[in-house]
């Protein structure tokens, strides 16, 4: 049996957010269609300071928990997702755990903390009773607009000051020392001066379920440095957010994608022109953890990087790390500034039509632009890197958006390389464990056509036209490479033989000894790879001769090992690096 104390919290979650959550609607006002009905007409009312819903279509109603057992859950299942949407550990059955219960109980003094911080701060920006108070005000408002004003990123975003009394303020609210340390607002060394944001614009950094966990104090004074966060604590990493990503998936369920920008300022930007769907990475280190949300909320990302060597090189590693995930990203490059000075969102662009002039285009597609295009035929290792990283991305997508990106990537230097590079890449990675291996599975059919059959792992032949099938060996023949030699001399053919007792060796067989002109010669070729046996005919041999000769791939011999610069790969001892894989020897 759940704890009354838990339950009662997870029913605390904010109605609205579990509505535009689970319901994947948005709300108009205290209003929005019902997700439960399907209505056009939007019937279901939202009281966010009583916490609680009513349909007056359907005439269901009542708190969270409720509206997910509307929507088909099960009571478990719905307080479940509530404690996973608010970032809750769910009590385990058994005994309570009192280490768990401790860190339980820890996490949500943290939270209250950052809450009662994010109220005082919005508070002294809203209402300010100092001049540097009033200072901050007229610069948010120039910059973010007017945070008393419903619908301006100040307001949304939840903007605040630091006064220089917190600390006071704080003790006015009971707030624990122990609590706001542990959360990271403050350390043991700077509590007794109010900390290190006083003095400072404070934005707010909430985590998926909307709540304050950790914050970032701007300069107004010519402090430095510009931004200084709060350290991370049991609920906030900051290298685990994304800022405004709480609001940004839910405009994401409409767009279908993310919109992806450095920092606070940017994203903020954005979202006053009308891109609600922006987070900001908060830096120019995008995390896994960062990653895993984004593929959440959406499998399109369209990245806005600063216009600076830095903000390129993020570009690049934010890019490629999310095609990686299979992500499709796409670039904004935004235009220079009159001024010289550097690019960004929050500098460039300053209306809707701004952002709508805005060209983007395939990530893949940019980054080849900027690294493959200026390449030339004697930066062969640079050239081989970039195509094993560019392939290695392709193969992460379908074969449709593959084969027209290797379409755009031929035309920006003419020729067929990126489409031939795919269609090496996608014979080398054709399944060979249906392939034979030593039992009835070894290429009958192929088999067949020559001649013969393949039945318990033996190859069975007529010797003759009219005749009755019988074993000519124990093994069966799997052809793989004509191998030329690099003096153009003592050409060779690789076969894999795999034998009735599952036993397969890779075999040599030298042409210019004949051994694969005469069937004796063949016949103690294999017996002096072991038991392999082989009985057929010069007549029967004929056929088999021609199977091995027309099914082997045809390939020329590596000279030296490292870089081979016809074949744009490395040869090593123990295999090959080609194209973005790896493919050992054996």
Known sequence: MLPQ??????????????????GAVEMQGNKCCCPIHRERTPSLSVSPAKNLWHCFGCGRGGGPVQFLMALGMTWIESVRSLAEMLGEEFPQDGPPDPAMQARQQARSAQFAACLTLQTICEHALREPATPDAQEALGYCINRFGDPRTPGTPAHEFGLGYMPHDIIARLAARNARREDLIAAGLFSERDWERGGTLRGRLIIPIRDAAGRPVGFSGRALQGQNPKYIN??????????????????ARRAAQSTGRLVLVEGYADAMRLWAVGVEEVVAVMGTSLSAAQIKSITRAARAV??????DNPGSEACARWGWALAAQGVYASVTVLPTRDDGAKADADSVI????????????????????????????ADGPARAQFAQRMLVALGQFDEEYQ???ARELDSLTGGTYWRDALRRRSRREEPTQGKARGADTASSATLASYGFEVREGCIWSSEREGKMLRPVSNFVVEPLFYIRAAGGNAHRRLIRVTNTRGEARLVVLEANADSLFSASRFRNAMVREGNYSYTA??????????????????????????????????????????????????
């Open 302 to 307: 369209m990245i806005v990087p600063d216009g």
């Open 537 to 586: 005919s010069e007549w029967s041999f004929l056929g088999l001769f021609r199977y091995i000769n027309d099914g082997c791939t045809p390939c020329h011999e590596i000279a030296r090992l490292g870089w081979q610069p016809d074949d744009e790969m490395f040869a090593w001892a123990n295999g090959v690096y080609a194209h973005g894989a790896w493919y050992p020897l054996g």
């Open 350 to 377: 300053r209306s809707r039509e701004d952002w709508d002039a805005l060209k983007p285009q395939d990530f893949l597609l940019h980054v080849a632009r900027r690294e493959w295009v200026p390449l030339t035929e």
């Open 5 to 22: 104390e838990f339950v009662d919290r997870i029913d605390a979650a904010p109605i609205v957010q579990v509505i535009e959550r689970f």
């Open 403 to 405: 084969e027209l990106t």
């Open 230 to 247: 709060t350290r991370s604590s049991d609920v906030f990493t900051k290298g685990d957010l994304l800022f405004g990503y709480d609001a």
